[in-house]
């Protein structure tokens, strides 16, 4: 009778850790994430000062966006943005320069998009960090600086269209 006693008292000690182990990796799971998404929360909104204005923005750009823009369609200058963020910006008659990119949002990191009444083209505006592009004087000068810059999402088209002129097809 011992014997089988302490046979059963083993099984029901295994029987309890064994439902202890998967309830603590329950908890140990569920804090993982919960961890994850306060901290992609809390590290993806930056606060900038634009022209004495404040913005905020984050990484979290649109895949339709992201991609290689050309001047009406096929010319420099070019617009490219990669899934890092990073990319380049070319203004008229200037070398290219290796910019990091973000998209505009509330301070809360929801994007801020101008939907269309009619139809699913919306607007948003993308903020950039100019690095240095290797030029000095007026060709150089945006170095170092921020700036925003309008995205139209124009499904009715098939095109992504950065200022009015930058074109890439929607993939």
């Known amino acids: 009778m011992g014997f089988y006693l302490l046979r059963e008292l083993g099984s029901f000690i295994k029987t309890f850790n064994i439902m202890k182990t998967r309830q603590l990796l329950k908890v140990i799971g569920i804090f993982i994430v919960v961890i994850n998404s306060v901290s992609v929360t809390a590290q993806s909104v930056q606060k900038f000062t634009i022209n004495n204005k404040t913005y905020y923005g984050t990484k979290a750009i649109p895949e339709e966006i992201k991609g290689y823009y050309q001047y009406e369609k096929t010319k420099q200058p070019i617009v490219e943005i990669n899934e890092d963020g990073m990319g380049q910006f070319q203004k008229h008659g200037v070398k290219a320069y290796p910019v990091e990119y973000w998209i505009q949002t509330d301070e809360n990191g929801v994007i801020q998009k101008v939907k269309s009444e009619v139809n699913n083209n919306y607007q948003v505006v993308l903020i950039l960090l100019y690095g240095s592009n290797g030029e000095t004087g007026w060709r150089g000068e945006s170095a170092g600086t921020y700036d925003r810059i309008e ?15 930058r074109f890439k097809k929607i993939n």
Not at 151 to 165: C, F, K, P, R, W
């Open 151 to 165: 995205a139209t999402v124009a499904y009715d088209q098939g095109y992504v269209i950065i200022l009015g002129e």
